[in-house]
């Protein structure tokens, strides 16, 4: 499919907010730094760097952050409060480009729970706090909190005040990863039809993953109109994590042939990028984890080792290599067939007659079904013993 201008998604990273913000322990300043350089080199749009008024720490290195990395959007969140405002307007003086991001609830169990206001009230705070925040920069992005479980007329009603007020993005969070798709995609397409000054702000969605969806529900979003995707590396966030950038890019990406939408991402620096977000934020990567998982381009059983080793694609949709990963890899195990023994020990450096292959491979077999996964280390002992045997 051919990209357009209207189909460019833009990539709003909050892995220095939402996913820092679920570590067992926050980051220091030098740490968020070390991300935000990997994050602003991934070819995001826009980085969310912190809670400036959350802390004198936050603060600081949302800052120091903003007056040193270039390139992408920088922005701070703040709660529609003056002084979370003034905070943040103040922490991203430094930056080239910055967005303050403010945010109220609008469903009824935060309105009624939460805050003890009505919608409209929490709308008139809204429309002071985007005022405010306008006096600062003018790309102001609001936010209704439980936007998902908010009715469609409420959500409305808060998006059009919201834009009137000064608004340049407009941010539905399914923030407790409530929604499915289809009804995700219905609240966005509503939005489009219902409210009168839509087409002032760039639409955006922010999906919390509790139910497993919010990739998906990002992907019917996108479908339904949204033109910017909020996200974070590996998925960090509250609870469950948030939509995973890597996967919605490499969606994006790989399905070219049928999706028509993308993204400024630079795919050979996500691996790159996710070993440091899960080295620096101790947060590991489960092994089957989509795009940057340790399984994620391993191949284990004989009939896919084989496949592979004829040609990639028969079981590899993505090239390693497109997310600057160095190779797939095969996992020697009793599944594993002869084709890929031949293969390993060619890479190995072992001509074909240094080793008789069917005598090897039946002295693997023995020794994977006792050990379950086969190393080098050993694949050499056993072609070793091998040749001492062929020598007695
Ligand atoms: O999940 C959420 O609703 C948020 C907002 C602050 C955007 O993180
Ligand atoms: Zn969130």
Redesign the pocket.
């Known amino acids: 499919m051919t990209p357009t201008a209207d189909n460019r998604v833009w990539i709003f990273d909050t892995t220095l907010r939402?996913g820092e913000q679920a570590l067992r322990a926050s980051l220091s300043k030098k740490q968020k730094i070390q991300l935000a350089d990997a994050i602003s080199r991934l070819g995001v749009d826009v980085m969310e760097l912190g809670f400036p008024a959350s802390s004198p720490g936050d603060f600081s290195a949302v800052a120091e952050i903003a007056q040193t990395i270039k390139g992408p959007v920088m922005c701070g969140?703040a709660r529609a409060i003056p002084d979370d405002i003034r905070a943040c307007g103040e922490a991203l003086k430094g930056a080239e480009r910055a967005r303050i991001h403010t945010?109220i609830a609008s469903s009824p169990l935060h309105l009624q729970y939460k805050l003890r206001k009505s919608l409209q009230q929490a709308t008139e705070q809204a429309e002071a706090s985007i005022r405010l925040a306008r006096q600062y920069t003018d790309d102001v992005e609001f936010?209704c909190?439980?936007a998902g479980r908010t009715p469609i007329d409420d959500l409305c009603y808060m998006v059009e005040r919201a834009i009137a007020a000064g608004a340049t993005t407009i941010?539905i969070?399914d923030?407790v990863g409530y929604t499915v798709p289809t009804e995700f995609a219905h609240i966005i397409t509503a939005l489009k039809e219902r409210v009168n000054n839509i087409d002032q702000a760039r639409l955006s969605v922010?999906c919390?993953n509790d139910l497993g969806l919010a990739v998906a529900n990002s992907l019917a979003a996108i479908e339904a109109g949204a033109r910017q995707v909020e996200c974070t590396v590996n998925g960090i966030g509250?609870r469950a994590g948030n939509c995973a950038l890597e996967e919605i890019a490499m969606i994006l990406n790989t399905r070219a042939d049928t999706l028509p939408w993308h993204t400024g991402i630079q795919g050979h620096e996500i691996y790159r990028t996710s070993q440091v977000v899960s080295q620096v934020c101790n947060m590991p990567i489960q092994a089957n984890k989509a795009i940057v998982g340790s399984n994620a381009f391993a191949h284990s059983s004989g009939i896919h080792q084989d496949g592979v080793l004829k040609a990639q694609n028969t079981y590899e949709i993505m090239r390693p290599e497109s997310i600057g990963m160095r190779a797939n890899c095969f996992n020697l195990t009793s599944r594993s067939g002869k084709h890929v023994i031949k293969h390993r020990l060619h890479e190995l450096g072992y001509r074909d007659q240094d080793y008789d292959l069917n005598e090897v491979y039946s002295s693997f077999l023995e020794l994977a079904d006792k050990k379950g996964q086969v190393f080098d280390y050993d694949l050499e002992a056993l072609v070793f013993a091998q040749s001492l045997q062929a020598q007695d």
């Open positions: 939402d969140l945010f936010s909190e439980d941010n969070p923030t922010h919390h509250e």
